[in-house]
């Protein structure tokens, strides 16, 4: 078995963008590229689509890399709101039962 670890590894913005420059300078493919700075192929294609997206030449409906993140923000929101609405209703009915005693 490899030494693969299962959780994935996080990049700065700045090294993404210099492998993706990298890619668009260098006349190789993805996977030459990946390969050579020890990135998953798959991985540096999306940060090659995200980064055409980005510049406003990807298909139709893509979001950039603002859009994702204030749609991550609208589902954390989202997700915080419905929490706080469930501890509003458990104490209703707690409060409702305290009341009919």
């Given at each position: 078995?490899?030494?693969?670890?299962?959780?994935?590894?996080?990049?700065?913005?700045?090294?993404?963008?210099?492998?993706?420059?990298?890619?668009?300078?260098?006349?190789?493919?993805?996977?030459?590229?990946?390969?050579?700075?020890?990135?998953?192929?798959?991985?540096l294609?999306?940060?090659?689509?995200?980064?055409?997206?980005?510049?406003?030449?990807?298909?139709?409906?893509?979001?950039?890399?603002?859009?994702?993140?204030?749609?991550?923000?609208l589902r954390?929101?989202?997700?915080?709101?419905?929490?706080?609405?469930?501890?509003?209703?458990?104490?209703?009915?707690?409060?409702?039962?305290?009341?009919?005693?």
């Amino acid at each position: 078995m490899g030494s693969k670890s299962n959780r994935s590894r996080r990049y700065t913005e700045e090294f993404k963008r210099d492998a993706v420059a990298l890619v668009r300078s260098s006349g190789r493919t993805v996977t030459e590229v990946a390969r050579q700075i020890g990135v998953s192929a798959g991985g540096l294609r999306n940060w090659v689509r995200q980064d055409t997206v980005d510049r406003g030449q990807g298909s139709p409906g893509g979001l950039t890399t603002a859009e994702r993140e204030e749609l991550r923000w609208l589902r954390r929101q989202n997700a915080e709101q419905a929490e706080t609405i469930g501890v509003l209703r458990k104490a209703a009915v707690f409060f409702a039962k305290e009341s009919d005693r």
